[in-house]
């Protein structure tokens, strides 16, 4: 019997890396310049969505560049859902490489820090030059750099988006020692432990204050974000296969949801995984997404997802004076640093750049 096709070919997940960073990057520099909307990335404060429903009832030429500002953040959900889809692909179908649990971990930490540590290390420098001290003392840096930042109990995040770093080792973590299912173990049993997580995990978020320092601690780690890397799994392991109107249908509909599930906290829990299946129904309705520049963008993304802070923050005086200008710059810049950091790692690790 011939395998089943999958979910998603390899251009279409390639491209859905591109639209992710496209969404991350701009979100970064955007929402802390002035006069953009302000998210609801960590916390949820209802008056937020209020204002962004205001303006986009009557939107202004920067529609597009508000709506990343407000949604961009979103893209860290599509990249979870890749992670989940892609370890089922390489760990869980026929002919995939067995996984040694404490290897795996140590080779992706490893492949994380190689990724990160020199791109923290000259954003700290660069904003100490600027700003005349660190934004971390030791011991914080040295959590960042063992990728458990994340869990101290005051963190801080400046000067860029590295905590992402600590999340993304959660979801190895969680899923060499737990979500992992070798051939021969019944479907239902992970399907079962997955459930009760997701529904663990959600119960207790509905219980915290929706705009305090818990709900914010859920979300820049895995009690948060756990819904679309569990997606991914399942997606991985089902082997559903979408037509062009089907993925239309998706989109569409999970366009609408999310906009009316931005309402109320206890709904927004879950845009997270909407906006995974939103990014899916795209790829699948256009296939125009898979062409040449999206994928570039998508093979580039781990670069220029690490290096993009650099960029924003050495714009930072260009920024308070030329908004268009600066945007510009940052594009430009973030591209050249990413191509440029990625030479420089193959170099260092005498291996074959990363994809």
């Not at 204002?51 to 979103?74: E, K």
């Not at 129904?281 to 781990?302: E, F, H």
Request: aromatic content about 12%; glycine content about 8%.
């Amino acid at each position: 019997m011939p395998p089943r096709a999958p979910l998603l070919t390899r251009a279409e997940c390639t491209a859905l890396k591109g639209l992710a960073i496209v969404g991350i990057a701009l979100h970064n520099y955007l929402h802390v310049q002035r006069g953009y909307l302000q998210e609801n990335e960590y916390t949820f404060v209802a008056e937020r969505w209020a204002a962004a429903l205001r303006y986009f009832s009557h939107p202004t030429a920067q529609v597009v560049q508000q709506a990343f500002s407000f949604a961009g953040h979103y893209g860290v959900a599509i990249f979870l859902f890749l992670t989940g889809y892609g370890l089922v692909q390489k760990y869980e179908q026929r002919g995939g490489a067995p996984l040694r649990r404490w290897s795996f971990i140590g080779q992706h930490y490893l492949k994380l820090l190689r990724l990160m540590a020199i791109p923290f290390v000259v954003a700290e420098v660069a904003y100490a030059w600027m700003h005349g001290s660190f934004t971390m003392n030791a011991g914080e840096a040295v959590a960042q750099l063992l990728m458990c930042h994340t869990l101290l109990p005051s963190p801080n995040y400046y000067p860029g988006p590295f905590w992402y770093f600590a999340l993304a080792m959660q979801a190895y973590l969680l899923y060499a020692l737990v979500l992992y299912r070798p051939g021969g173990t019944p479907a239902w049993r992970s399907n079962l432990v997955m459930g009760l997580l997701v529904a663990a995990c959600y119960l207790y978020e509905c219980s915290l204050t929706p705009d305090g320092k818990a709900m914010w601690m859920c979300h820049v780690n895995l009690v948060g974000n756990l819904p679309p890397l569990v997606a991914g799994i399942v997606c991985g392991r089902s082997h559903g296969v979408l037509s062009r109107r089907q993925g239309a249908c998706v989109a569409i509909v999970a366009l609408a949801a999310w906009g009316a599930m931005n309402s109320h906290v206890w709904l927004w829990l879950w845009l997270p995984l909407v906006s995974a299946a939103l990014g899916v129904g795209l790829v699948k309705a256009i296939p125009a997404l898979t062409c040449r520049a999206v994928t570039w963008t998508g093979q580039m993304s781990a670069w220029i997802f690490a290096v993009h802070a650099i960029a924003r923050l050495l714009l930072e005086p260009l920024n308070r004076h030329h908004a268009t200008l600066g945007l510009v710059a940052f594009v430009a810049l973030t591209l050249l640093l990413a191509m440029g950091y990625r030479r420089l790692a193959a170099l260092l690790w005498s291996r074959r750049p990363a994809r």
